[in-house]
């Protein structure tokens, strides 16, 4: 797809000035010139060109609140001078992956006041013994060089502005009071849980009464059966009025003669 395409199709049913951001990568450039980008864009602050085939920048309009251009991938070797003219809020810019080899074609870059990230990695240019000091001392206004800056400390995603700071307290403080909070919870739960086994207790104790009285009742009713019967292997007293009541019966009255 060929760059006027895509900026159709990213457009949509906006107008270039409602755009911010437009991402343009890997489509085709026209002889090595970007195409259809213009001045109408005045709002863009992102212009990303990866990988289109470009040769030269020539024909960038002049964008004054573009802040970050992506040109890696290219075969850009120069002409960097209209960069500087028409880009003069420029902060980020990658040129990773084309064909500079002499510093000398970096120079330009010292006009973009506001300059502060310059990528250059896989360019001939790195492969010069005093490649980062040479780079920084070009372009003093330049904080990062490929990520690091000047002491080779890696660049943060704040670009060492103090966000990723700020963002980590917010993090721990609502990481403290989630804790809190789970805290509460726990509690919360052993109180019922505690609840629940007090009741279950005051259950059981009221069963333990209720057959407590129930076995009470089965005993005196065996004490009294043991009462009316004997002892087992005991022999039942005789009582005297037996004994008369069967002489009684066994002896018969006398004759009379």
Known sequence: MDMKK??????RNRTPSDVQELVLDNCRSNEGKMEGITEEFENLELLSLINVGLINVSNIPKLGKLK??????????????VLAERLVNLTHLNLSGNK???????????KLPVLKSLDLFNCEVTNLGDY??????????LTYLDGYDIEDCE???????????????DEEQEGGESEEDFDEEEEDDDEEVIAEEDDDSAESEE??????????DDDDDEDDDE???PAKGEKRKRDPEDDDDEDSVSSPPPLNI
């Not at 500079?100 to 010292?110: A, C, G, Q, V």
């Open 227 to 229: 009462d009316d019967s």
């Open 132 to 141: 980062r000091e040479s780079i920084f001392k070009l372009l003093p206004q």
């Open 155 to 169: 660049a943060s995603d704040s670009d060492g502005e103090g966000d990723g700071i700020d963002d980590d307290d």
């Open 6 to 11: 895509r900026i159709h199709l990213e457009l």
């Open 207 to 216: 069963d333990g009464e209720v057959n407590g009285d129930i076995d009470d």
């Open 100 to 110: 500079f080899k002499d510093i000398s074609t970096l120079e330009p870059l010292k």
């Open 68 to 81: 970050k251009l992506e040109l890696s991938d290219n075969r850009i070797s120069g002409g960097l001078e």
